[in-house]
């Protein structure tokens, strides 16, 4: 089923717009708030950041709740490829080449209980290590939320690697969440902690400014940002004389996760 | 201050042009070559606004300068403000050209976008200035003249605050302009408003 998804992914544009980026502008081009507010910070300071030993608190309605070290999880899981076009709220967009699982499966093997309705997710904060908390730009830890069945779609991943590698620790290494209808800081970086609620969970984005970042936050280029217009984004890569290109509802995969939204109003639930 | 001051009068103003302006092309040529990260349209302009609103503070500080610390600098005000124009002028042209790219976007996005409407706004006030930075000006305006390049004022705030509204979540660098260019504006207001003097008490002109 995994990787039939990918494949209808794919067949939805042109083989040549799903090209990868490069490894540098991929790897080079971050935002990671932790390490600084600057697109090169992340990929200058993030070594600094411990991830062995890596391990992921799993709580909230769950029936095996705690501790998984990063090993154990790869253990259970089957890691596969997955390109995905990747759309920063800022109007930049990559596609990016991941190695994950599907994050349904991790949910399985904790056992998610009925009455679950969300999942949250929090990045590592360890000040000693990342330069960029001592300012708030945000209120750390780093947060993010899905609903469940969002969570549950096939085509959303816990990744743990790009272009065959392990993940730099500037993309959210050793293990990140990627929802690739998304805009990408809902894809968050370096998760110490998955919780199953009943609740909508807060999200940091939107804790910082409602105005601007919605719970949501799916792709869409009818609803603009308050600063910016989401219409169109600028593949990274292009150079000085870069062509903006049209940004796709859903990011281009409208026919894998519209239904999810069925009878929702994109522009009020942005 | 006196060594200074001499050193500074024998000092022509032509090379403040030349070296002030290089950065310009020296940019562009960066953001061509790859010099400016993979994308290079946003980092250009960045740099050219930062630099933009690094002149103006410069501009702005000239004058207190010489008042508090008997540092004169005058003689280059007027390349300072006409270089951070130009700078303000690249900045915009990078947006336009490169960055937006399309015609109706950018007319909705100065009118619906509030930071960009203040940075539109910042680039208005400066208009006049930039026209106005000549000699002839100078004698045909007269007193005129230096109540229009009060502007500068207004045009440093709506700079500043077009800065601090881009940024994404609470970041310090663009407060720390705001912060200097309201310090150097508030070094302007006579002592007297500070400490209440009744009015009439001689203090010392403002520039």
Redesign the interface.
């Known amino acids: 089923a995994a990787l039939g998804t990918q494949a209808r992914a794919e067949a939805a544009l042109p083989e040549e717009e799903l090209a990868p980026n490069t490894w540098e502008e991929v790897t080079g081009y971050c935002n990671f708030y932790e390490f600084g507010t600057g697109k090169g910070d992340p990929s200058e300071y993030a070594e600094r950041m411990t991830t062995e030993p890596w391990s992921v608190t799993i709580d909230g309605l769950v029936d095996n709740p705690g501790g998984y070290s990063f090993e154990q999880i790869l253990s259970e899981m089957t890691l596969e490829e997955r390109i995905y076009r990747f759309r920063c709220v800022e109007a930049w967009s990559m596609v990016v080449p991941w190695q994950g699982f599907e994050l349904a499966d991790l949910l399985t093997l904790a056992g998610v209980q009925e009455g679950a309705k969300y999942v949250a997710f929090e990045t590592l904060y360890r000040p000693s290590e990342m330069p960029g908390t001592i300012y708030k730009v945000l209120d750390w830890p780093y947060r993010e939320g899905l609903r469940l069945d969002e969570a549950m779609h096939p085509l959303t991943i816990m990744a743990t690697g790009i272009f065959g590698k392990p993940l730099p620790n500037q993309n959210g290494a050793p293990l990140r969440l990627v929802v690739p209808w998304k805009y990408g800081f809902k894809s968050i970086k370096s998760v110490v902690r998955i919780t199953l609620t009943d609740e909508e969970p807060p999200t940091s984005w939107n804790m910082a400014n409602p105005r601007e970042y919605g719970f949501y936050s799916n792709v869409n280029p009818e609803v603009s940002h308050p600063r910016w217009s989401q219409a169109s984004e600028r593949r990274i890569g292009g150079g000085l004389f870069a062509r903006r290109q049209p940004t796709l509802m859903f990011n281009g995969y409208e026919a894998e996760v519209a239904a999810l939204y069925e009878g929702m109003d994109l522009s009020e639930y942005f | 201050m006196g060594f200074a001051n001499q050193l500074v009068r024998c000092l022509p103003v032509w090379p403040v042009y030349l070296l002030g302006a290089l950065p310009g092309p020296w940019l ?1 040529y960066l ?2 070559t790859g010099g400016l ?6 980092a ?1 302009e960045h740099e050219y606004g930062e630099l933009a609103l690094q002149l103006l503070i410069l501009t702005l500080a000239i004058s207190p300068l010489r008042r508090l610390l008997g540092l004169n600098l005058l003689k280059f005000r007027r390349a300072i403000g006409l270089l951070c124009f130009f700078y303000v002028l690249c900045h915009l042209l990078v947006w336009l050209v ?1 960055d937006v ?2 015609l109706g ?1 950018i007319l ?2 100065i009118a619906k ?3 960009i409407t203040i940075g539109m706004g910042a680039f208005v006030l400066m208009l006049p200035l930039a026209l106005t930075s000549n000699n002839l000006s100078v004698r045909k305006l007269g007193r005129t003249w230096s109540r229009l390049h009060r502007l500068t004022y207004a045009a440093a705030v709506l700079g500043a605050v077009h800065f601090v ?8 660098e663009p407060l720390i302009y705001l912060g200097l260019v309201l310090f150097l504006l508030a070094l302007r207001v006579p002592y007297s408003r500070w400490l209440r003097l009744p009015s009439g008490t001689p203090v010392s002109g403002r520039s």
């Open positions: 562009f953001g061509l990260g993979v994308e290079p349209i946003k250009l490169l790219q399309i976007q909705t996005d976008r509030p930071y509204m881009l940024a994404k979540g609470f970041q310090i």
